[in-house]
């Protein structure tokens, strides 16, 4: 599968991405195997890996996190490459450079794939030829065998290897405060990502291999057709993913079914660490990522050609090129947390439209004079006591974000809307009018949007009635301030920017213009 | 006089077709792929079978390990009269499918293992 698509070149340092499970097991196991070949088919990289431990929101105790970290640990020291064992926690300390796009790689123009292996086979000639030839791969990199802790634990003492109480119990309440297992879902796979992405930065890893089986993506292909991210198939699922500009992610595994993984671990002994999954308070909650998963799996039982149909189907799907509309050499805007394009900037967006009138709709705030101080039509002054300041910058993340990223975003902060933010408390509507199909109210008033920059988009104040009026693009500061102010409250709203209303931890330096 | 051939010859059933006249040994259960979660975290399970006057077959061993065996939300292992899917099935490291799935009738020293393919990696 490498071979065949040549995107790693000899020498390369690549992160393999372990989470223990039988998929990333299987591929360690190869990788090792690639390594150890004395054929001309080795695979001539330069292994590291890296474990996330996901303990604290799986609802395991410390001392079970221990224990898995332990056994992790002995696994991967028996393969003695450079390792990094990383906790979910530490996603709260990550810069805001994770967000960007890194710089493409340097400015000497890349070599093609034969030049680079001839090159390096020079290379190899020539140290064997200087008396450097002892020293095979494996020992080398014995001799760089690190334990990295990027949040500076003591290595030495295997007692104090979690991280502090404190941040694990923030973290558990961000994940508390998404309501849906859905939304903890792409949560998880987003701060996972994103940490993993940061180890193989600050390391200096060019690539990073994910072990997605063939099954896992076919799951993922529908689950994210479900999710709104059909626009983003080819880089969620395809063999390399270059969104992150300098490190790219590259799933090896996803011709392998997960029964011929389970069979080759089987039958070669492979370990694994088997840690339970993200689990609902009620069993009948499920997840759309579980629902898709039984669906395609109970459909795989009665016709075993499913998985690979959906697979076949979801290979033919490639990145798009850059749009023809927009200025050439311009980078297309792009979404904040996945770092996708934007797609949510058409106006005419069918799917958007209605759900962004319901909640303007639903979130009208009470004004305390009565209609007539709507008709005031400045920027909601009138029409709330008092916008918490984090309110604003949390309005203005949704323009910033793609659709399915909004979704799991709205998921946040709903919730702690709904367990009654006294602010919101007072605000929200019984019946909001424009919902039951009455026309549209006449103190409708006109709403600004809250920057500038944002495009004003035209939508109209029903769906059936034939007034438009122009609103921002998320909806105005009042209404969607009523909205996003009482966000997860990791922090008091007035640090609002500072940890991001859903944890990302951006500091508070990084103003909005400046993410442009 | 009934002739003899109209009598449809007595069979003599063989001794595997009734478990009741050969006690079976104890043979081993083994659960690995994150399904021994549901096993309180056994994965290696020795069983003796209680005698009984039908064969056992697969059918039969799953009812009786959903209720001997099982600790713990057994939806997620069974479903109706057969596992879960995206549970594999080896009896002595084959696949059952090859083995006439719910329908294989148990030998001695049958290994069987079931893996969980479900928590992905």
């Known amino acids: ?516 | 006089m009934i002739s003899a051939e109209n009598k449809r010859p007595l069979q003599t059933p063989s001794p595997s077709a009734l478990g009741v006249r050969r006690s079976l040994t104890p043979f081993n259960i083994n659960v690995e792929g994150g399904a021994e979660l549901l096993f309180d975290g056994v994965k290696k399970h020795q069983v003796t079978l209680p005698c009984q006057p039908e064969p056992w077959d697969i059918r039969n061993l799953l009812k009786w390990i959903k209720q001997n065996l099982l600790k713990e939300r057994p939806e997620l292992f069974m479903q109706g009269d057969s596992v879960r899917p995206g549970i594999l099935v080896l009896i002595n490291d084959a696949d059952w499918e090859l083995m006439g799935e719910l329908d294989y009738k148990l030998q001695d020293q049958d290994n069987v293992l079931f893996i969980s393919t479900l928590h992905g990696g």
Not at chain 1, 117 to 134: K, L
Not at chain 1, 247 to 261: G, L, N, Q, S, W
Not at chain 1, 267 to 285: C, D, H, M, N, Y
Not at chain 1, 297 to 318: D, H, M, N, W
């Open chain 1, 1 to 516: 599968m490498l071979g065949k698509n040549r995107v790693i070149f000899p020498g390369e340092k690549v992160l393999l991405a372990l989470s223990g499970g039988p998929a990333s097991s299987a591929m360690l196991r190869q990788v090792q195997e690639g390594l150890s070949r004395e054929t001309a088919k080795r695979l001539r990289f330069v292994p590291g890996l890296v474990y996330v431990d996901e303990g604290a929101v799986c609802g395991q105790s410390p001392a079970q996190r221990e224990e898995n970290l332990a056994r992790v640990e002995a696994i991967v020291q028996a393969t003695g490459f450079p390792y990094y064992l990383a906790h979910l926690e530490q996603a709260f300390d990550l810069p805001g450079s994770i967000l960007r796009r890194g710089p493409r790689g340097g400015d000497k123009p890349c070599p093609s794939y034969k030049e680079a292996v001839e090159d390096f086979i020079q290379q190899q000639r020539q140290e064997a030829a200087d008396g450097d030839g002892a020293a095979s791969l494996p020992q080398r990199l014995a001799q760089l065998r690190t334990q990295d802790m990027p949040a500076g634990g003591d290595p030495a003492a295997p007692g104090t290897r979690l991280p502090a109480a404190a941040c694990t119990e923030e973290l558990v309440q961000l994940f508390e405060a998404a309501e849906t297992l859905t939304a903890k879902e792409e949560l998880l796979q987003m701060l996972r990502t994103h940490l993993i992405l940061h180890t193989a930065r600050t390391q200096g890893y060019t690539k990073v291999m994910m072990g997605d089986s063939c099954t896992r993506v076919a799951v993922k292909l529908l689950t994210n057709l479900a999710l709104g991210r059909g626009a983003f198939l080819a880089m969620d699922t395809g063999f390399m993913d270059s969104r992150h500009g300098d490190v790219a992610v590259v799933r090896p595994m996803r011709e392998y079914m997960a029964k011929e993984i389970a069979f080759y671990n089987h039958f070669f002994g492979v370990p694994t660490v088997i840690t339970p999954a993200l689990r609902a308070k009620r069993r009948e909650k499920t997840s759309i990522h579980r629902l898709m998963e039984d669906f395609l799996l109970g459909l795989q039982a009665e016709f075993p050609s499913t998985i690979s149909t959906v697979y076949r189907t979801g290979e033919k799907l490639s990145t798009a090129p850059a749009e023809a509309g927009s200025e050439p050499g311009a980078e297309p805007q792009r979404c904040l947390l996945c770092l996708c394009a934007l797609d949510t900037l058409a106006e005419e967006d069918l799917a958007l439209e209605p759900t962004l009138i319901a909640e303007e709709v639903a979130q009208r705030p009470q004004g305390p004079a009565g209609d007539g101080c709507c008709h005031a039509g400045t920027q909601g002054s009138c029409c709330q006591s008092s916008p918490t300041p984090g309110a604003e910058s949390r309005a203005a993340f949704l323009p910033l974000l793609c659709y399915s990223c909004r979704l799991t975003f709205k998921e946040m902060v709903r919730q702690r809307r709904a367990r009654g933010g006294s602010a919101s408390s007072g605000r929200s509507r019984a019946a909001p009018r424009g919902r039951s199909g009455d026309p549209c109210p006449p103190s409708l008033p006109i709403q600004h949007g809250p920057s500038p920059s944002r495009r004003a988009t035209q939508t109209r104040c029903h769906p059936t009635c034939a007034r438009r009026r122009s609103a921002g693009a998320a909806g105005t500061t009042g209404d969607t301030g009523a909205l996003l102010r009482a966000g997860p409250g990791l922090a008091g709203p007035h640090d609002g920017p500072a940890r991001g209303a859903a944890g990302w931890a951006l500091r508070p330096g990084l103003s909005l213009p400046g993410l442009r």
